[in-house]
T-cell receptor, first 118, second 110 residues
Framework: GAVVSQHPSRVICKSGTSVKIECRSLDFQATTMFWYRQFPKKSLMLMATSNEGSKATYEQGVEKDKFLINHASLTLSTLTVTSAHPEDSSFYIC??????????????FGSGTRLTVV | GEDVEQSLFLSVREGDSSVINCTYTDSSSTYLYWYKQEPGAGLQLLTYIFSNMDMKQDQRLTVLLNKKDKHLSLRIADTQTGDSAIYFCAETPNTDKLIFGTGTRLQVFP
């Protein structure tokens, strides 16, 4: 089946530094990728939708300059948390949409990245 | 609106049935989904239901959909300890964005 690789799985960084998270579709071309943030005891919040070769579409309340998304190819999207602060600590999950799989099975999720900012 | 609500916790004894409920506000979704998340992991599609269906059964899983009340439920029969996880309902309201509920943490005890 479709596989999405998300890297790193865990990262600890110092406050003020930037962290890049990669999301790769391994065996299909993902026209669209999504980035989610998971808060403790809360939902998966959609942060942005990323389309290959174009600017990401951010959800309301998500800072574009803080969370930089690049979708340079059909198999890779990156999320960079810039000037990270402790409140950015969270679990980030990417999802890739395979347009050949339809609306039910077309979403494949990465295994997530646990970001801790100290 | 795109708000999807679930209760936060559910605790059941092994062997009993679990029922996880979800309410949503956007009635335009063609499909509604249930995803499972194991600790520290991504999401796995468990099952789905087409919006013109009332019920769908898939082995131990039964999905009920009440469109009038915008209510979706997932019943897990003979719940096992391996079913302990967070369960999310999700919808795609006229876009290709998956919008998730708040998630229900299911704990199964012996």
């Amino acid at each position: 089946g479709a596989v999405v690789s998300q890297h790193p799985s865990r990262v600890i960084c110092k406050s003020g530094t930037s962290v890049k998270i990669e999301c790769r579709s391994l065996d299909f071309q993902a026209t669209t990728m999504f980035w989610y943030r998971q808060f403790p005891k809360k939902s998966l919040m959609l942060m942005a939708t990323s389309n290959e070769g174009s600017k990401a579409t951010y959800e309301q309340g998500v800072e574009k300059d803080k969370f930089l998304i690049n979708h340079a190819s059909l198999t890779l999207s990156t999320l960079t948390v810039t000037s990270a602060h402790p409140e950015d600590s969270s679990f980030y999950i990417c999802s890739a949409r395979n347009p050949r799989e339809g609306w039910v099975y077309g979403y494949t999720f990465g295994s997530g990245t646990r970001l801790t900012v100290v | 609106g795109e708000d999807v609500e679930q209760s936060l916790f559910l605790s059941v004894r092994e062997g009993d049935s679990s029922v996880i409920n979800c309410t949503y506000t956007d009635s335009s979704s063609t499909y509604l989904y249930w995803y499972k998340q194991e600790p520290g992991a991504g999401l796995q599609l468990l099952t789905y239901i087409f919006s013109n269906m009332d019920m769908k059964q898939d082995q131990r899983l039964t999905v009920l959909l009440n469109k009038k009340d915008k209510h979706l439920s997932l019943r897990i029969a003979d719940t096992q300890t391996g079913d302990s996880a967070i369960y999310f309902c999700a919808e795609t309201p006229n876009t290709d964005k998956l919008i998730f509920g708040t998630g229900t943490r299911l704990q199964v005890f012996p």
